[in-house]
């Protein structure tokens, strides 16, 4: 298993920028994927965006490519997540999570791993 803690979220006017960090220990080694994903009141989560543990691959959902980057810092066994120009609608509790398999999804019942989460909240 993989235990992930995500930290980063707050309040934000509509424009502005946040960044969360992921923090993973325990059996990272089995990792493969690395993903966000976030859940608003009353909806589905959905995927926002996801990086090869070992590389640079990444993969973004259509409703925030452009605006958000998703990276890695595997020295530091960190992901990041950087918001820019965020509006209200991405207004949610945002989820990190970790997949031991191959190929990297937009599912996230192919993630096995998940944190806690992080409220974004993006004022109009």
């Known amino acids: 298993q993989v235990q992930l803690v995500e930290s980063g979220g707050g309040l934000v006017q509509a424009g502005g920028s946040l960044r969360l960090s992921c923090a993973a220990s325990g059996r990272t080694f089995s990792t493969y994927v690395m993903g966000w994903f976030r859940q608003a009141p009353g909806k589905e989560r959905e995927f926002v965006a996801a990086i090869l543990w070992s590389g640079s691959t990444t993969l973004y959902a259509d409703s925030v490519k452009g605006r958000f980057t998703i990276s890695g810092d595997n020295a530091k066994n960190t992901v990041y997540l950087q918001m820019n120009s965020l509006k209200p609608e991405d207004t949610a509790v945002y989820y990190c999570?970790?997949?031991?398999?191959?190929?990297?999804?937009?599912?996230?019942?192919?993630?096995?791993?998940w944190g806690q989460g992080t409220q974004v909240t993006v004022s109009s």
């Open positions: 999570a970790a997949s031991p398999w191959a190929p990297m999804s937009r599912l996230k019942n192919q993630y096995r791993d």
